[in-house]
């Protein structure tokens, strides 16, 4: 079974950092991107970030570029969102995201997130 | 950025009643738009990729349409686990972005 799990969140003052960590299982960790998305207390959802399955590609959302970092350590099966100058419009759950690019046609494409984490919750105090 | 608008923003239904949900991209995503469920305190479930595919393990009382701009997930007859929110999100370009949610909520 397919798992992914987040750690890393807490409360964090405006300005802040906080590294956010995603453990992966019982897939080829190697062979897939991963994806960072997150959820405002009771809001919609938001795409933070992705990075390829080899860290050559990382695209970020333009209200975290800048800011955060997403980075990954594939001998460690594990997946980082480093988050730098905290504000409080950065509070939300986070979550981590396994990328599926079958399905949306492969070659290179990617957006289609198959399984996700329980997520994390960040809190930056207003 | 592709903006995507769902509708309605919540419904109210009854166990097995026929549900429909309709997501609008702001350009054409061609096929590329997915639909995710989410229970309160939970992390969202992938349901349909590609605009009409059914993930694993997907019951097949959901099923969605639609291509370039209009697409829709219909829920063929509600049962008690299907009280959720229900979420667009395309994958035709980045920034990724996902619909503001349909919250299907117990007549």
Redesign the interface.
């Given at each position: 079974q397919v798992q992914v799990v987040e750690s890393g969140g807490g409360v964090v003052q405006p300005g802040g950092s906080l590294r956010l960590s995603c453990a992966a299982s019982e897939f080829i960790f190697n062979n897939y991107g991963m994806?960072w998305?997150r959820q405002a207390p009771g809001k919609?959802?938001?795409?933070v970030a992705?990075i390829r399955s080899d860290g050559s590609y990382k695209?970020y959302?333009?209200s975290v570029k800048g800011r955060f970092t997403i980075s990954r350590d594939n001998s460690k099966i594990t997946v980082y969102l480093q988050m730098n100058s905290l504000r409080a419009e950065d509070t939300a759950v986070y979550?981590c995201a396994k990328d599926?690019p079958a399905?949306?046609?492969g070659g290179g494409?990617?957006?289609?997130?198959?399984?996700?984490?329980?997520?994390t919750l960040v809190t930056v105090p207003s | 950025d592709i903006q995507m608008t769902q509708s309605p923003s919540s419904l109210s239904a009854s166990v097995r009643d026929r549900v429909t949900i309709t997501c609008r991209a702001s350009q054409s995503i061609s096929s590329l738009l997915n639909w995710y469920q989410q229970k309160p305190g939970k992390a969202p479930n992938l349901l349909i990729y590609a605009a009409s595919n059914l993930q694993s393990g997907v019951p097949s009382r959901f099923s969605a349409s639609g291509s370039g701009t209009d697409f829709t997930l219909i829920i063929s007859s509600l049962q008690p686990e299907d009280f959720a929110t229900y979420y667009c999100q395309q994958s035709y370009s980045a920034p990724l972005t996902f619909g503001g949610g349909t919250k299907v909520e117990i007549k």
């Open positions: 994806h998305v919609g959802l938001e795409w992705f695209n959302a333009d979550y599926e399905y949306c046609g494409c990617y957006g289609v997130f198959d399984y996700w984490g329980q997520g | -």
